[in-house]
């Protein structure tokens, strides 16, 4: 374990010295708090519209940050090829792959934290109401969901031959899964086969990002979810994750270095 | 002695990409022991198959057929590097870290309890002359800085084996004599050193035994004085007569 969590050190420190991130930073910060500092004779649709605005905003940026960090962490490591000083130590390759995931994760999660944090003082001192359990609802959910994408984007950089196809591609899959997934089973109900069972394998394959958005509930206010629920869904978030790992392991442990 | 480091009838060969699939030997049954203790120079031309040796060694590719052992456990037991320390030809480090950081986190990888990790970055920074700059980031660094980090990186475990794939290639006069003399002091404190480089001089004054290979195959090995033999004056001759090069005016 130590020699996971030295490599999740290494993935956090790059994350925070690279400029990139604090661009996204202070131009999320700044909508939010231009959206937030509006007066809207407090109309409560208006407001919420705002807040719901807000919110796609973090998770636009949370998304960013996340693909296009792990997209780039392998095939970093063998274009600079500081994989070669790492795997002349007692490092397996299974293990690079475990440092690379917790550390992108865990530092997705801090992006969230403050992005969440940032809105929740924005909203919090404009209508003088603090609902800090939902709000942290929607951010585990959140982070839960990056988990996945994490796991998903390391993936696509062990088949894609470059980080930027990676992005590209895995950005294009998850904004189709998220506004699209749900939908598949009613679309595969009007079509014929052999499509009708080819959009229900993939409708029953992909992984159901969309369970995790909770900005609606939020944005309305209409409370919490149930925390069992909570529980099932990062259970499910887990097996889509380690499946997803697993098959980066795979296909990983036979890439030539060379 | 037991070898500490043992190649066994090893082979590599890549693929070939494109209509011709026929497989390119780099390695045609490379038979080495190196014995503790031992500074043991590696030599051959370009593409002779000395790196590709190294990276048999270290777990990078896996051999065709044959085998590789350190301290007899099979390279592809990632425990067998344990007691190693690599230094690369090119240095390959990440530049977004101070050189005290990049050493914690090697040592962190080799489970070096933090005292005595701190401690050992402290007396490896001197060694390699890098105590003024060990909190300015890595990319910051002059080329001969760097290799100087690669080498307090692979000592931080304090291997009994170390591998160097040319380490003085690139650098100033100054630079190479400070690599050597860090070969010496690891020699003397009984160190096993197995290293490839074409500064056959430098070889000829570390080096106790030398091999010598060429188109992947062994053409020679055994001491310095052996190699050079009494037809030679220096290691440079006799390398260029065993791997056959004829000047152009003898042509």
């Known amino acids: 374990?130590?020699?996971?969590?030295?490599?999740?050190?290494?993935?956090?420190?790059?994350?925070?010295?690279?400029?990139?991130?604090?661009?996204?930073?202070?131009?999320?910060?700044?909508?939010?708090?231009?959206?937030?500092?509006?007066?809207?004779?407090?109309?409560?649709?208006?407001?919420?519209?705002?807040?719901?605005?807000?919110?796609?905003?973090?998770?636009?940026?949370?998304?960013?940050?996340?693909?296009?960090?792990?997209?780039?962490?392998?095939?970093?490591?063998?274009?600079?090829?500081?994989?070669?000083?790492?795997?002349?130590k007692p490092v397996t390759r299974g293990q690079v792959i475990l440092g690379k995931f917790l550390g992108c994760w865990l530092a997705s999660g801090t992006a969230l934290a403050v992005f969440y944090l940032f809105f929740a003082v924005i909203t919090g001192s404009r209508e003088h109401y603090w609902p800090v359990l939902d709000y942290f609802q929607a951010f585990l959910l959140q982070w839960i969901m990056l988990g996945i994408v994490t796991a998903m984007t390391l993936l696509g950089s062990i088949v894609f031959a470059a980080p930027s196809s990676t992005v590209t591609i895995l950005f294009i899959v998850v904004a189709g899964i998220l506004f699209l997934g749900r939908h598949l089973n009613t679309v595969a109900l009007h079509n014929a086969e052999p499509l009708r069972s080819l959009i229900y394998t993939i409708y029953f394959i992909i992984p159901h990002l969309e369970l995790f958005d909770v900005r609606e509930r939020v944005v309305n206010d209409w409370g919490l979810v149930n925390w069992l629920d909570c529980g099932l869904a990062a259970l499910y978030a887990a097996a889509y994750t380690g499946l997803f790992l697993l098959l980066t392991w795979l296909g990983f442990r036979r890439k030539s270095l060379t | 002695m037991d070898a500490i480091l043992q190649t066994e009838n090893l082979w590599v060969e890549y693929r070939a990409h494109g209509l011709k699939l026929e497989s390119k030997p780099a390695l045609k049954g490379l038979n080495l022991s190196v014995s503790a203790g031992e500074v043991f120079g590696f030599l051959g031309p370009n593409g002779a198959g000395k790196t590709t040796t190294i990276n048999v060694l270290l777990g990078f590719i896996p051999p065709t057929r044959g085998a590789a052992y350190l301290f007899g456990i099979d390279v592809r037991q990632p425990i067998a590097r344990q007691r190693i320390g690599y230094l690369p030809e090119m240095t390959y480090y990440y530049k977004f870290l101070t050189a005290e950081e990049l050493l914690r986190f090697y040592?962190?990888?080799?489970?070096?309890?933090?005292?005595?990790?701190?401690?050992?970055?402290?007396?490896?920074?001197?060694?390699?002359?890098?105590?003024?700059?060990?909190?300015?980031?890595?990319?910051?660094?002059?080329?001969?800085?760097?290799?100087?980090?690669?080498i307090a990186q692979a000592l931080i475990n304090d291997p009994d084996l170390l591998i160097l794939d040319e380490p003085t290639s690139g650098l100033d006069p100054l630079g190479r004599m400070k690599v050597r003399e860090i070969i010496q002091r690891l020699k003397n404190e009984g160190k096993t050193v197995f290293f490839s480089s074409h500064e056959l001089g430098e070889v000829e004054t570390i080096c106790d035994r030398v091999a010598i290979i060429n188109n992947g195959e062994l053409k020679t090995i055994g001491g310095v004085d052996e190699v050079i033999g009494p037809n030679h004056t220096n290691l440079e001759k006799a390398f260029l007569d065993i791997i056959g090069y004829q000047p152009q005016s003898a042509l």
């Not at chain 1, 991130?21 to 919420?48: K, Q």
């Not at chain 1, 636009?60 to 790492?86: D, G, H, K, N, Y």
């Not at chain 2, 933090?114 to 050992?120: I, P």
Request: net charge positive; with cysteine; charged share 25%.
């Open chain 1, 1 to 88: 374990m130590n020699t996971i969590w030295a490599l999740t050190g290494v993935v956090i420190k790059e994350l925070y010295r690279r400029k990139d991130l604090y661009v996204l930073f202070v131009l999320t910060a700044v909508i939010t708090l231009a959206a937030g500092s509006m007066e809207f004779f407090h109309d409560p649709n208006i407001v919420r519209y705002v807040k719901d605005l807000c919110m796609l905003l973090i998770w636009v940026s949370a998304l960013l940050i996340t693909i296009t960090m792990a997209a780039r962490q392998i095939p970093a490591e063998r274009e600079s090829r500081t994989i070669f000083p790492l795997l002349a």
């Open chain 2, 107 to 150: 040592a962190r990888i080799f489970g070096i309890p933090h005292v005595e990790a701190e401690k050992r970055i402290d007396r490896l920074l001197k060694l390699v002359e890098l105590e003024p700059a060990r909190k300015r980031f890595i990319k910051t660094y002059s080329k001969g800085m760097q290799q100087r980090v690669g």
